[in-house]
């Protein structure tokens, strides 16, 4: 499924001005006739340019679940009338020539158990493997944090204490605690899961969207500040935090992992750039990519200290070894419009995801012989934005277009 889909429902959520709905109304002239389309003027370019939907197109399913999205995200659509406007969006904008996946074939075996989510629009972003065995996620657009059973598929959903919070990345604490990034009302919430109360930690105004967080071995919580181009720690005994600008202007601090002597690193997504934060002074060290094009959006690290990059915008695989500043990168087996996203280390291999494909895949990437092998995500991925190890050896996905998450189980 396409980035459109990401970048429609966040111009949603980001307006307000009423600049922005004269400006959408004149646009929507560019829209054919059709019974929804007044109703699509009002509802669907409030918030961004008519362009965002003529430019781009989908499936009938994929534009009832982006609408139903757009709902959750605020959009006035009368539950009686959202069947109208996606026949009419499909009808006009279908679907055009997306990438399709490449499956290459190889020795690991694997399987996937894919459950929905309660509430609709909920639009998971990141999954959690926690120690008990559960399965998290963040419901970022419904404001939801959900918890799976993997045994038994009962999904019970929490709600922050602030209503909008639109939690984004998870991270457990060595207590059961789930951490999570309010990416939408600008603070660091801690969940008990025994009582469902929530903790709050409000961040300066000037570091707004909190992103990715991260725990180190020393208990200090790390996260990324994309749009406000930002890092921060915090200490979760204090509730002292510290934040610090990213060197590069606009680079869109993104994914993060702490290496085995407790030193955090980010990509930024908005700059060919792998940097260090010291987790002493907060000093950091940038890595310049040697493609100027490099965008990469998650990050992986192995047991010796090696990071490796998902590409997204190249279509790449990429590796930086901090210890020589050496990088090497290999093409994505789906090509340079494959979109490579969640990203993990596992069993010696490096895990990811294609998220422009069609269907989103399953990569596995053997470091030693640098060869692929890739699976088709059973009902679709709808991008995969992370993913994470679990404690006995798999992997969890969110797939966020699809409202549903998965367990991929690794064959030995």
Wanted: charged residues 20%; positive net charge.
């Amino acid at each position: 499924m396409k980035i459109f889909l990401s970048l429609l429902v966040g111009a949603i959520v980001c307006c307000a001005t009423a600049a922005a709905q004269t400006k959408g109304k004149q646009n929507a002239k560019m829209l054919p006739a059709g019974d929804a389309k007044q109703l699509v003027e009002t509802a669907c370019t409030t918030c961004h340019p008519v362009t965002m939907i003529t430019s781009a197109g989908h499936t009938q399913e994929d534009w009832k679940l982006l609408v139903e999205r757009m709902v959750s995200a605020g959009a006035e659509v009368p539950k009686d009338q959202m069947p109208a406007v996606t026949a009419y969006l499909s009808k006009n904008f279908p679907e055009g020539n997306v990438p399709k996946a490449i499956i290459i074939p190889g020795p690991v075996k694997i399987s996937f158990k894919e459950w929905k989510v309660p509430t609709v629009g909920s639009r998971p972003h990141d999954p959690l493997a926690t120690h008990d065995g559960y399965l998290w996620y963040s419901g970022q657009y419904a404001s939801v944090l959900g918890r799976v059973d993997t045994k038994t598929g009962e999904i019970k959903e929490f709600r922050p204490s602030t209503p909008g919070s639109g939690p984004h990345g998870l991270v457990e604490d060595k207590d059961g605690n789930i951490w999570f990034t309010a990416n939408s009302k600008g603070y660091i919430g801690k969940l008990d899961p025994k009582t469902g109360k929530t903790t709050e930690y409000k961040l300066p105004a000037d570091a707004r969207d909190p992103h990715t967080p991260l725990f180190d071995q020393k208990g200090t919580l790390w996260f990324t500040v994309q749009q406000s181009n930002k890092v921060g720690r915090l200490n979760p005994q204090t509730g002292e935090i510290k934040l610090v600008d990213s060197p590069t202007k606009g680079s869109l601090p993104y994914g993060m992992v702490v290496d085995s002597k407790g030193t955090p690193y980010y990509c930024e997504f908005g700059a060919p750039k792998i940097a260090a934060i010291n987790p002493e002074t907060m000093a950091i060290k940038e890595w310049t990519l040697p493609n100027p094009e490099s965008r990469p959006r998650r990050i992986a690290i192995t047991n010796d200290d090696m990071i490796y990059y998902a590409d997204y915008s190249r279509g790449y695989l990429g590796r930086l070894d901090p210890k020589t500043g050496a990088v090497k990168d290999w093409p994505s087996p789906s090509g340079p419009l494959s979109q490579p996203y969640g990203i993990t280390f596992l069993k010696g291999d490096i895990w990811y995801s294609e998220s422009a494909v069609k269907p989103n895949t399953m990569v596995r990437f053997d470091p030693k012989t640098e060869k692929f092998q890739t699976w088709p995500i059973p009902a679709g991925g709808g991008v995969v934005r992370n993913m994470m190890t679990t404690r006995d050896g798999n992997i969890v996905i969110a797939e966020s277009a699809l409202n549903m998450v998965a367990l991929v189980e690794i064959g030995k």
